[in-house]
């Protein structure tokens, strides 16, 4: 709702490719962050910013800026657990210059040297238990267990919420658990709802609610994506 309204004030959505050919405009950064090529475009083509990226993710930059240059000095490697091409990956690798590995899931570790240092860190809205089962699998297969370095980089207002959202879930007969489709929290978040009550239903719009769901139902539960 929020975009569509701004939508009609003129604002419109841009792809990386088609923010290198503006100049002389302004350019609204969203809460996932980019990654430095951004800023620096921005500087050379007059492009003003208005940076509106969450304070956790800019902070796990800096981390991840800071850290790496120690870390690749001296043969190391950063890997990150999270998605593939989402919005705050693509920036969390910028950091590194491109030199990060990701990881979505146990699959995924032989791209790992396992003979070398490793630094992990956590895109900030994925689910804590899952990390700390990517972590363990990769201590498991180290040459030295001693060179994993795992960062608490999961945003506090996640990984806070799991805990009481599984008690939500449990004390209403239905839930109805309000986020946007491409939401990489949301997703994670209603697994976390329909784990604890299998009547849990997942919604992006009124249209999206089926009258028949809430027959001979006493309690209805609303919950939401961090970001909603």
Not at 130 to 145: G, L
Not at 166 to 190: C, P, Q, R, W, Y
């Amino acid at each position: 709702v929020k975009v569509k309204r701004l939508q009609k004030l003129g604002l419109i959505s841009i792809n990386h490719e088609q923010y290198k050919t503006l100049s002389n405009t302004s350019v609204l950064i969203r809460a996932h962050g980019e990654p430095p090529s951004t800023y620096e475009i921005a500087k050379k083509q007059n492009i003003k910013l208005i940076d509106a990226t969450c304070p956790v993710v800019l902070k796990l930059q800096d981390r991840i800026k800071r850290f790496g240059q120690e870390i690749f000095a001296n043969n190391g490697q950063v890997v990150i657990y999270g998605k593939h091409g989402h919005a705050e990956v693509v920036g969390l690798i910028g950091q590194t210059a491109g030199k990060a590995i990701v990881v979505m899931g146990k699959e995924d570790l032989d791209k790992i040297d396992f003979s070398k240092p490793i630094h992990l860190f956590s895109q900030t809205t994925r689910k804590i238990t899952e990390y700390h089962e990517i972590a363990t699998a990769i201590r498991e297969r180290m040459d030295n267990p001693q060179d994993l370095k795992v960062h608490n980089s999961i945003c506090p207002s996640v990984s806070g919420r799991e805990p009481e959202l599984k008690d939500f879930a449990k004390t209403h007969d239905i839930i109805i658990f309000v986020s946007g489709e491409k939401s990489s929290n949301g997703k994670m978040l209603f697994k976390v709802c329909k784990t604890a009550n299998q009547n849990s239903h997942f919604v992006s719009k009124p249209e999206d609610i089926q009258s028949e769901w809430f027959h001979k139902i006493e309690t209805v539960g609303i919950s939401g994506a961090t970001s909603t």
